[in-house]
Structures are given as C-alpha cells and as structure tokens.
C-alpha cells in the first residue's frame, strides 16, 4: 500500500473532525445526505461532461496506482543489469543478449533490446523509444488532469450546494426554531466541496504527476543504456553515465560500495599471492 496516501487522507480527516470539534460544532451535522449527493454525483456529472468514455473507465487504475505503490525497476538494479549485458555484448556480441530477451520483464526495455539486437540504427530507435515515452506521458497528463478538474468543480459546486440550503432555509422563516440548524446544514456542502477537491482530488492528481515523472526518468535511463550498449561503450563508461540518475546520495554509497568491492578483490588476489 502508498503509505503516504492512505496517511494523508486520515490527518485529513482528522484536522476536520478535531477542528469542528474544538469550534462546538456537532460532527453529527456532516450527515447531509443532499450535500453529499450534490457535491460527490455533481463532480462525477462533471467529469462524465467534461472527459471520454474512454478516459473514465482508465479512473479505478489511476486510482489503484494511487493507494498501490506501482512497481517500477530500480534505478541500481538497472545499472547493474546494463553493466551485465555490456559486458556480454562486448564479449560475444550483441546477438549473444538474444538468450536474455526473456527476462526482461519491462515491455519498454525488452522493445528497445529487440530492435538492438535486429541491428536496427541508433537514431530509429531512439525516435521510437522518445516517441513511445511522449505517447506514455500524456496519457498520465490526462489522467492526472481528470482529478485536477474534479478538484476544480467540487469546491464550486459546495457553493451550489450551500445556496441551495440557504433557499431552502429562507422559504421557512416561519420555523423559527429550525432556521439556524437550516442555515448550518446549507454550508455542509461548502466545507464537503473544498475538503474533497484540496485533500483528495488535487492532491491526487499531483500524486500522478509525480508517478508519472519517475516512470519517465527510468524510462529514460533505460534508453541511455540501450543507446550505449549499441555503440560499445565499456562497463565504466556505462555505469558512470547512468549514475547521472541516481540521487547524489545514493551515487556516493554507490562509488562507496564499488570502492569497498574492489580494495575487496585486491586483497583476495594478494591473499593468493
């Protein structure tokens, strides 16, 4: 599970509820079942208008990579397995990598293998493998911007919802003893528009985005280490270019670890000596 998503809705929540409390105002009275219908059926209607059929059926997946930490590779992992197929495939060449296209898991990666190995040229496959890395992003930009606008319409439709209360508070002003709890009630939906849109459907969309982001940047390491094995650089060469996207702390313990390895291997041929 997305720890941080599932943390944020509960501090959410929480800050409300605390708060009302801490005001004297009853949590009973968030049992609006018209605020409710109005704000949650109203923003559904909303994006129903507003995107493709198509777009919305893609929100139960959108959402499944929200509360589900998606499973992409790890940038070290990476390195390490490019390190092996250069090595490989300036040892045997590049048709010896034939034997590892299924272990390659990522269909992005095993793609980009197989138009290396076919011997395909440099700048074909980098303008497929660009192509596909744009097609992926918008994609996830519309998916994103399918809970940016649902956080755009809800807060709006808590006014709708709070204006429809105040009528039906102001067509009773005979049930004088009513009118207050009346007039409270008509604000629920207001307070029910701006929790969902700026502590669900915003900061949704911006957990997507950022998804999104970090898919694209192991996309594109995957890309440099295809490039590179294509052109024969060396296992040094390769590794010390896709360090470039590791974070700086994690390329420190990364060149610390080769350091350790090696002073290692010194001392075993030593030994043996």
């Not at 944020?8 to 005001?23: F, N, P, S």
């Not at 269909?107 to 596909?132: Q, S």
């Not at 039906?168 to 007039?183: E, Y």
């Amino acid at each position: 599970m997305e720890k941080s998503t599932i943390t944020g809705i509960v501090l959410g929540l929480i800050a409300v509820g605390l708060g009302m409390t801490l005001k004297g105002a009853h949590l009973s009275s968030l049992l609006n079942y018209a605020a409710f219908i109005i704000i949650f059926v109203g923003t559904a209607a909303s994006i129903f208008v507003a995107f493709p059929m198509s777009e919305i059926k893609k929100i139960p997946t959108l959402l499944k990579l929200v509360f589900v930490e998606p499973k992409l590779p790890q940038k070290k992992e990476l390195i390490r397995q490019f390190i092996e197929w250069v090595t490989i495939s300036r040892r045997e060449g590049l048709l010896a990598l034939e034997s590892k296209l299924d272990d390659i898991e990522d269909p992005f990666l095993r793609n980009g293998m197989r138009m290396i190995i076919d011997g395909n040229e440099e700048e074909f496959i980098h303008d497929v493998l660009m192509a596909e890395i744009s097609a992926m992003e918008e994609r996830h930009r519309t998916g994103a911007l399918i809970f940016s606008q649902a956080g755009t319409y809800a807060p709006t439709l808590g006014v709708l919802g709070a204006v429809v209360g105040l009528i039906a508070a102001l067509s009773n002003l005979n049930q004088v003893d009513q009118l207050g709890h009346m007039i409270a009630a008509a604000f629920v939906a207001t307070l029910l528009g701006i929790f969902s849109g700026y502590v669900l459907w915003h900061p949704i969309a911006n957990k997507l985005r950022h998804i999104s982001k970090k898919e694209v940047e192991i996309k594109l390491m995957m890309v440099e280490g295809l490039l590179s094995i294509q052109a024969g650089i060396s296992a040094i060469a390769i590794e010390q270019k896709l360090s470039v996207f590791l974070p700086p702390s994690e390329r420190y313990e990364n060149e610390e670890s080769e350091e350790e390895e090696l002073t290692n291997a010194e001392k075993a041929k030593a030994a043996a000596t």
